[in-house]
């Protein structure tokens, strides 16, 4: 049984950092066909895809509204991916989820929701002063 578990939200100030973590069970990272990736859901917007990442090969996207402020990861030692976030900025708030799926081969597509079949709860991130 594939779950997924969020973790890290909370309220920042902007230009704060904050790191967001997501604990997965059912799915083994090193596995060359996983990818997890991290979506986001302002209030009142759709939810959109902020970061994928391919484990097993260190390969991530991002869209360019993040990329140069957002990197991706996965832990050494425990089926975790993380979502560092730095110079955070009060759009940036929103419901923060993590995804998992399996596919063979990596490209853009895994910042498309479609490409999705499990998904965690989601953590908030507040960006207000």
């Known amino acids: 049984q594939v779950q997924l578990v969020e973790s890290g939200g909370g309220l920042v100030q902007p230009g704060e950092s904050l790191r967001l973590s997501c604990a997965v069970f059912?799915?083994?990272?090193?596995?060359?066909?996983?990818?997890i990736g991290w979506f986001r859901q302002a209030p009142g917007k759709e939810r959109g895809g902020i970061s994928c990442?391919?484990?097993?090969?260190?390969?991530?996207w991002f869209p360019d509204s993040v990329r140069d402020r957002f990197t991706t990861s996965r832990g050494d030692t425990s089926n975790t991916v993380y979502l560092t976030m730095t110079d955070l900025r009060p759009e940036d708030t929103g419901l923060y989820y993590c995804?998992?799926?399996?596919?063979?081969?990596?490209?853009?597509?895994?910042?498309?929701?479609?490409?999705?079949?499990?998904w965690g709860h989601g953590t908030q991130v507040t960006v207000s002063s």
């Open positions: 990442l391919k484990p097993s090969l260190g390969y991530s």
């Open positions: 059912g799915f083994t990272l090193a596995d060359t066909d996983v990818y």
């Open positions: 995804a998992a799926g399996s596919r063979d081969g990596h490209g853009r597509w895994c910042l498309e929701s479609t490409s999705y079949a499990y």
